[in-house]
Nanobody, 122 residues
Framework: HVQLVESGGGSVQAGGSLRLSCAAS?????MAWFRQTPEKEREGVAA????????SYADSAKGRFTISQDTTKNSVFLQMNNLKPEDTGVYYC???????????????????WGQGTQVTVS
């Protein structure tokens, strides 16, 4: 069983930055960040494979967000720069075994989820 604990959310003005952290307990493989708003389904933001470091980003995150990991601490991070109001939402850390590289941003391919951390951009 894997437990995930996110931290680092908050409120910022447009153009600002936030760094999200996710501490994992237990064995993890691919880890990813997702976000959700009341108006939209949960969507993948970025994913990273523990072993090979394969990284994937949603188009909305490319050039602004950076996912990274510290395998010694079993943690994954999401550096978010140049934040926009549309980035507002609850951000979730997830761990799982996506069935293919094409599904690393698909919520249904992840088994373990954190409790979420709110990001508000105004």
């Amino acid at each position: 069983h894997v437990q995930l604990v996110e931290s680092g959310g908050g409120s910022v003005q447009a153009g600002g930055s936030l760094r999200l952290s996710c501490a994992a307990s237990g064995d993890t493989y691919t880890m990813a960040w997702f976000r959700q708003t009341p108006e939209k389904e949960r969507e993948g933001v970025a994913a990273i494979h523990r072993g090979g470091g394969v990284i994937s980003y949603a188009d909305s995150a490319k050039g602004r967000f950076t996912i990274s990991q510290d395998t010694t601490k079993n943690s994954v991070f999401l550096q978010m720069n140049n934040l926009k109001p549309e980035d507002t939402g609850v951000y979730y850390c997830a761990a799982g075994h996506p069935s293919s590289l094409y599904r690393v941003l698909s919520p249904s391919d992840y088994t373990y989820w954190g409790q979420g951390t709110q990001v508000t951009v105004s």
